[in-house]
């Protein structure tokens, strides 16, 4: 199955939450989070063991402090285009001997129109094979080069990665251009992909935390693309072979391809290759430009009933500034100290003091020209209004009352440190380069980043909080028994006077 990148973060890649998803499921842990099924604590333990002779606990050591965070060094690389359009960067990075290349096209999910996972589809059966080779010659092609060969999906684009060995690194450019520009697209496969897909649409929709995401979805963009994660069945049935092929056709080219190369390689045989496989490809359109409306005022979405469940998968959020704009990196800040972070403010007030849920998470989830902030998380059934209520409080204190310069701090450490973490692979090199790209950020925003964190005030992290996370302008779905929770809910899904 074809990675579905950034849309389901329950059934496929987890990717609600950006290209570094962090987001798990929460229905496992429910008997958790009700104090069930628990073993026995530590402090059970000792408490039987009473009368053993234990030694004095040892004061307990405090790790060092870190050293002088330094910005990001962006890796010297080469950036160029091609007569028909293809942008091509190359950037040698490390001492391991291989290499990630991977071609980031500019379509996907939004060049659907309203064929909902027609894009994902096309992916699916550009891997069954290309007029030159099968699917099990490419995969035994990229298998004896020490690699892999993949293909994902996402809102805005499609990305086709091969890892390899450094020394096939040309080997690696042209197949993953044979599978990109030449698929076979065979009608023979396109039943069996289908059913797939039928079985893990069922899946998918009887989730209830994959509900909530649908329906808050929906609520913020309508019908654009990027509220529309679902097609049904009979749709999915309905799709053609032909279908697949058009669009394949209308909106794949060079012109709206990015290829990346990070590792290490022989730059000038891996120029020469990609000359050689992309170089006749047809220009093809542009990128399609297509920026959402997204709904600004607070959407009363209807409690979606789920009889004698025993939790409540909620979604709260709302539109923000998205990563082309000056406050989008004080708002990340913003979020981790909300619910972003294992040590955030929401996950310590309903989860660890009060024991309202395992794993609640708030994130900034961004595609392109767009961005929104979402809190979930699966609560237990009767404090699901209660919860509901710290969540908004806990946005409120944040906006009315800056953060200390010890907890920004925090942050600050965390953001800076996770920023270079992320960025200290080939892969991790092409996710973030990938990134600027989308959003026409400029280099700038690698190297500038960790400053920019840095000089970050608790005034600052107050005021986006307030301009962007207004709590009027929120839209709620709870899916959940409505008999238990429903009237408690009604001051928070409906209109007040």
Not at 287 to 310: D, F, G, W
Not at 385 to 391: D, H, P, R, T, Y
């Amino acid at each position: 199955m074809v990675n579905r990148v950034g849309q389901l973060p329950t059934l496929f890649c987890a990717a609600l939450f950006g290209a570094a998803c962090l987001l798990t499921s929460t229905t496992a842990w429910a008997q958790d989070a009700t104090g069930e099924n628990q073993t026995e604590s530590p402090a059970e333990n000792a408490a039987d063991n009473s009368g053993d002779n234990i030694e004095p606990q040892q004061p307990r050591q405090m790790p060092p402090e870190g050293g002088t965070p330094k910005d990001f060094q962006l890796p010297a690389k080469q950036q160029y285009q091609l007569p028909n359009g293809l942008k091509v960067t190359l950037v040698p990075y490390g001492n391991i001997p291989k290499v990630t290349i991977s071609a980031i096209v500019m379509a996907g999910n939004l060049n659907e129109g309203k064929d909902t996972w027609l894009a994902d589809l096309t992916a699916s059966l550009m891997e069954e094979g290309t007029s030159n080779r099968s699917a099990e010659q490419i995969a035994r092609e990229a298998a004896e080069m020490g690699g892999s060969l993949n293909i994902g999906v996402g809102l805005d684009q499609t990305f086709v990665t091969g890892q390899t060995l450094a020394e096939f690194a040309p080997d690696m450019v042209t197949l993953l251009a044979d599978v990109l520009l030449h698929p076979a697209l065979p009608a023979d496969e396109l039943d069996r992909l289908r059913r797939d897909y039928l079985r893990n649409l069922e899946v998918a929709l009887n989730d209830p935390d994959t509900m909530a995401l649908v329906a808050f979805r929906e609520a913020l963009y309508g019908d654009h693309p990027y509220g529309r994660l679902f097609p049904n069945a009979e749709q999915l049935q309905s799709y053609t072979v032909e279908q697949i092929r058009t669009f394949w056709d209308e909106n794949f080219g060079a012109q709206r391809t990015h290829v990346f190369v990070a590792g290490m390689f022989d730059d000038e045989a891996v120029a020469a290759a990609i000359e050689e496989a992309f170089g006749a490809w047809k220009t093809g359109p542009g990128p399609l430009q297509m920026p959402p409306v997204p709904k600004t005022e607070r959407q009363y979405v209807e409690l979606i009933n789920r009889n004698n469940a025993s939790q409540s998968n909620v979604y709260l959020g709302l539109v923000t500034a998205n990563p082309s704009q000056p406050d989008y990196v004080a708002l990340q800040a913003a979020n981790s100290m909300l619910g972003g972070a294992f040590s955030s403010r929401i996950t310590r007030n309903i989860r660890e003091d009060k024991g309202y849920t395992y794993s609640p998470n708030s994130a900034l989830s961004a595609r392109r020209q767009d961005a929104y902030w979402v809190q979930n998380a699966a609560i237990t059934t009767d404090d699901t209004a209660a919860a509901v209520k710290e969540v908004y409080a806990e946005i409120n204190r944040l906006r009315d009352e800056p953060p200390s310069g010890e907890e920004l701090l925090g942050t600050q450490n965390l953001m800076a440190g996770t920023f270079t973490l992320q960025n200290s692979t080939p892969q991790g090199i092409i996710n973030v380069l990938n990134y600027v790209d989308l959003h026409g950020l400029g280099d700038s925003y690698l190297t500038d980043y960790v400053s920019r964190v840095y000089a970050l005030t608790p005034a600052e992290i107050s005021r986006v909080t307030s301009e962007y996370l207004k709590p009027d302008n929120m839209t709620l779905v709870v899916v959940g028994d409505s008999a238990r929770i429903g009237e408690q809910l009604v001051p928070y899904l409906e209109p007040q006077p």
